[in-house]
């Protein structure tokens, strides 16, 4: 049987919010990943199932090896038709903010929400959200929130109404999460969840090919370029660094979600524990992934000089200015974390 780590009055207090419901509206992150959108179209498939009128809202394009998705088709991109997502947002009478902690992680949509005295249901596995929800279901613990979409569920006693296409959205989720259950993965509660999905007539084998052999002509050739030429290797601080400009994106004809898993590939040098890629989005906008093994937290290298968060082995943030200033900082990290980083 599955743990109930959700308290019980936060699911009452979702259930009684959704008794008196009509329009519910999901939102999810800037640069929407895996898990963002997988729990996302999981919990609009359910509340669809349940009579609600739902609508998905995201700040900016989804990677289009996520196209599959069922429902996917029907997410409004706040950054395409800024216009008539504002109108589905003042529309709404519930908010379920899924997979980030704070208004600001929903860009310009979030000062539209902050605005508003509609209700917000927080579902949620980051650090330390701010206290603007009216339900705060966070568990940092969770591998994913795709992990506590499918908790929610099942302690609503509803898991008998998940469909093989919303079991589809939450392995998807779960498995981009976890690296394919790489890291954050190593509870038992996770794979009772997995069996319950199989359960559900999913093929596991397939959504990974869908995810992970997926990608364009451009991204083989980019990886190989990254490789050779790009990346520095830290061998007395067991790190290393990608580095990839906004000119060098461009002449790879980089698609959305092309350059997606290219910092987990320094992990597989030997003894290196901590990886960085930085990706300058715009000219002067610098995207910071960071991963790592074992203890060394990602989380607070984002926090203390990236301006960002997330999980101890996969966080991000973003640096203003030119490439060199960003490797400047990440080598003050290195410096920062020697320590932790050698022993």
Known sequence: MLEKIIDEKNIEAVRTLLEKSEKCVILTHSRPDGDAMGSSLALAGFLKARGKDVSVVVPNEFPPFLAWLSGIDNVTIYEKTPASADEILKAADLFFCLDFNALSRIDAAGNVVAELSTKRVL????????????????????????????????????????????????????????????????????????????????????????????????????????????????????????TLTYEEAQNFNCNKGDTEGLVNMPLQIKGVRFTCFFREETPGKINVSLRSVDDFPCNKVAEMFFNGGGHKNASGGEVRGPMGKAVKIFKQVLEEYSDELTK
Request: aromatic share 16%.
């Open 123 to 242: 579902i949620d596995h980051h650090l330390a959200p701010e206290p603007t929800f009216d339900i705060s279901i966070s568990h940092p613990e969770a591998c994913s929130t795709s992990e506590l979409v499918f908790r929610l569920f099942w302690q609503m006693g509803a898991a008998d109404e998940v469909t093989k296409e919303m079991a589809e959205c939450i392995y998807a989720g779960i498995m981009t999460d976890t690296g394919n259950f790489a890291y954050a993965s190593g509870r038992k509660d996770i794979y009772f969840i997995v069996a319950e999905l199989i359960s559900k007539g999913i093929d596991k084998d397939l959504i990974y090919r869908r995810v992970f052999y997926n990608y364009s002509f451009g991204r083989m050739r980019l990886i190989g370029y990254m490789m050779y030429k790009k990346l520095q290797y830290f061998p007395k601080r067991n790190a290393a660094l990608l």
